[in-house]
């Protein structure tokens, strides 16, 4: 059986949960907390890292800091998790849904220039399959539409974009904030888990303050005040540090995981190119200015049917791939709210996009197996 | 040196923390989350049992369950955690405080009567220390006023409530929902984690809903609709399976755990009941119909000047005591959107409440240390 995902050990996460024990704290924010949020500063420039209980966790804190109000206008691709849009939903904002590109699901810019009003206050690039949206476009419409940018890079980690003056940045480091994911399925994991990444200094004190339960702890722990108490809203979005000594051992490990999850998205790339040339797929697009971090690999299947064709005939050889989302303007949440609106792009990858199997100890012998069935499927036809 | 706390490993958590990671799912609501549910529904007839993050969450998904609009009074002791009031101004609810018994933390049912309007529709007793709060009146005052009663059991499991018709239920088990904490501090734990339980079954199928950042996936997997997707505002409230599975090991072992605690707050009762008698300390009360967790051990000083005096003493033997909450509507948030209002008793706590390190590896030779320090510092003054 080959599985669309399996988690994986890779060091010394069990040693770590251990030592977390022994050194007298398990929960937030201590010893372990403390080191995965250096590795981010450090590695990627993140101005502030704040380590969260999953990615949706920290689009609520970006959410929350962004200070939403009932009827601002928030940015998100349709063609996305049910949190990029929940996580203001929850705050009271109205969600516009932008199409995706035609070659790639990541938002199409000349979309959201022509839903921007004047209630819009934020814009969610949502960095599809770890590949950069059009960060540049994006942050001098933001720049002249004073509105705030939250990447949602749950599956960017370690993924780059190159502006055109030739500086290279980190995803993550460009919007305003960026929240990331560890849950099983990306390249890092802790289970479930995730991080706001702070560029604006202008948020870091507030977002210590809403991530512990709204209250100046953190500035209490550091001296800065000399009792603490609740000040603003807030949520406990800290993890425990069994998640975030796990993480740490992962993140020892990152290129490591990375070459070998970049050679799987390439094999992949190779055996199915012939398939793409002959008119009956359509591969990832990785423009120029950005990076592929071997986050997920997939294809574009001509239309629904043929996906549910293939679905079934690798599942007779035990090969599981999965699509993914559902236009969220088609949801019943949406709907129950707003008139029903045409997004094309967004369904054609909702009923073509199919996404191959793909896990750090995913064997060269079952990831052939996997391309043969596909070029199978298709030239047997 | 003896800490106020201390976390323990006390049977197979690292090894159920491999076993789920073998096991293909570390993503919430695998293997072991599922044990820990059925654990909680069968030992203490939770009628649902839903793991969360933390019990902030936990109290969080109450108040989206309470459907809690803007104006909406929620009734909330003085004398708590920032989360059980924050989880419901969260909501946009007016968060009314009152005051703590006389003669224990617990909320005073005499005072919440009072504070009942036609906009009030939620009320939280929180079990202080693991002691039960009236609960029978307070399900009578909820009955007659069309209330919701969501109890904050954060330090209450395995601790009982009887009713007049002698009928005995543990805590958590009689509002209509109740959240419980796993935090490093409580008896069974996961660094950070929580549950909801929820007695009244109206609210189960969104409960599923919101836990699953509003999607109907439970319904998907459970194969009750033929597709999932955004059906209502939620979050991401489970856990990772690394947190479950932790939790689970401490489960297995929960016997031997209460018994560890119990016999340490006899021990720190007895050994401090000769302060009570000759009028220095208060101790902790457990009314008839409660029961005791062996949660916490606390002692009431006569003022926050005596109570500062003893921390010092202690101090210097490494000991350390920790004092608890800050009566919350002296907070500067309620202040902001509210008048000053007294709650005598809940200053008191404030003041002068001091809790005595407790924890399941606490040795004999060192609870006999801090009770021999606190007789010193009384007697020899």
Redesign the interface.
Known sequence: MI?FN????IGN??KY??E??KS?????DGLFTKKCNQFFESRYGFQKVLLT?????AL?MAAILCNIKEGDEVIVPSYT???S???F??RGAKIVFVDSEANQPNICVKEIEKHITSKTKVIIPVHYAGVACDMEAIMNLAKAHHLIVVEDAAQAIDSYYTFSNGTRKPLGSIGHMAAFSF???KNV?????GLLAINDPQYNERAEIIRE???NRSAFFRGEVN?Y????????F??????SA?LYAQLEHIDQIQEKRISIWNKYYKGLKGLENSGYIQLPVIPENATNNGHMFYIVCKNYEERTGLINYLKKFDIHPVFHY?S?N?????LSNNASIDIPNSDRYTDCLLRLPFFYELKEEEQTCVINHINEFYLNK
Chains 1, 2 share one sequence.
């Open positions: 599985p399996k988690p994986f050990i996460e069990l949960i251990e977390a024990v007298g704290k398990i929960s937030g209980t999953s990615c949706t966790d609520e998790f049910v949190s849009a929940n996580a939903a929850l849950h099983e399925t994991i802790a289970g479930e888990g339960k709204g209250t009792k108490g609740w000040v603003d809203i807030g949520s406990s800290l993890p425990s540090e069994l998640i796990f559902l969220l088609k949801s019943e949440f949406f």
